[in-house]
């Protein structure tokens, strides 16, 4: 599914949808998506500000970042186990 809205942008959206007056549906409506996104998004993102939501992402790349130099760590340390368990 191709990603339409930044972070900051949905963050944006519920912020506004919490201070408008009209109905959840009908401000889902008039900005283009559909109400079951907008709850993802406002259980996701529910409680943050903008700020907190590009540290999340940070964060996110960094813990990624970090589990492919584990896995590939846990790949040589298999490869040394194998080799040394050879008998030559």
């Keep these: 599914m191709k990603k339409i809205y930044t972070d900051e942008q ?4 519920v912020r506004e949808a919490e201070k408008t007056e009209i109905t959840i549906a009908e401000f889902c409506r008039q900005k283009g998506f559909n ?11 529910g409680s943050m500000q903008v700020q907190e939501v590009r540290r ?3 964060l996110e790349a960094e813990n990624a970042r970090l589990k492919r130099l ?3 760590r846990m ?3 298999d490869a040394m186990q194998e080799l040394l ?3 030559w």
């Design 75 to 77: 790949i040589e340390i």
């Design 10 to 13: 949905i963050v944006g959206f």
């Design 35 to 45: 109400e079951g996104t907008f709850y993802k998004w406002k259980k996701r993102f």
């Design 70 to 72: 584990l896995a590939d």
């Design 56 to 58: 999340l992402r940070e």
């Design 85 to 87: 368990a050879k008998k």
